[in-house]
């Protein structure tokens, strides 16, 4: 049986573009990939744009001694849940400004992006983030969009508000102790 819908996140999955007549199955699928991830079977991307996906996502938020990073939190499937419950057009403006990162890298490097090095992936990263501001290619768009799942991806997950943010639950606090050093 189904997990019963959880208020916070039919509500995360809403404001992502979930579309309303398909949150049921896409909280069914994020308690999978939560649960047992490696259950997870992806619904949208190919396995080549999840590892790019996954790549980029890393790199927005890399793993370092604070938190482990946009990989072990899975965001790149979180996204792949959030995209394959989306509506076509947004599925279609994925896959559109996906193949625009491939094809930047091809036209800079001369190979798709997950077989670049890692300097040329931070290289290629580096113009479209300097690009966030004023974006207007389908590439700057899919760096924009992949940067804002990325974040709201990881700050949902156990990794990001649980063990990075200290997030208790809701708690009636005697007193408030202000932001730690």
């Known amino acids: 049986m189904p997990d019963p819908i959880d208020r916070r996140m039919a509500l995360a999955l809403l404001g992502c573009g979930v579309l309303s007549?398909?949150?049921?199955?896409?909280?069914?699928?994020a308690h999978t990939l939560q649960k047992s991830p490696a259950d997870y079977r992806l619904q949208f991307f190919s396995p080549e744009e999840d590892r790019l996906l996954d790549?980029?996502?890393e790199m927005i938020l890399p793993a370092d001694e604070h938190s482990p990073g946009a990989h072990s939190a899975m965001v790149h499937r979180y996204i792949d849940l959030v995209v394959a419950n989306s509506d076509r057009e947004s599925q279609s403006v994925w896959r559109t400004r996906?193949?625009?990162?491939?094809?930047m890298a091809v036209?800079?490097?001369?190979k798709v992006f997950t077989r670049l090095s890692g300097s040329e992936k931070a290289d290629l990263v580096r113009v479209l983030a300097?690009?966030?501001?004023?974006?207007?290619?389908?590439?700057?768009?899919?760096f924009l969009d992949a940067r804002r799942m990325t974040l709201v991806g990881y700050y949902t997950s156990k990794i990001g508000l649980i063990d990075e943010l200290g997030y208790r639950g809701n708690a009636v606090l005697a007193a408030f102790p202000g932001c730690p050093g």
């Open 21 to 29: 007549t398909r949150i049921a199955a896409a909280q069914h699928q």
């Open 55 to 57: 790549d980029i996502c």
């Open 107 to 110: 036209a800079r490097f001369g």
């Open 130 to 142: 300097a690009r966030a501001a004023q974006a207007a290619t389908a590439a700057e768009l899919f």
């Open 98 to 103: 996906i193949r625009a990162v491939e094809d």
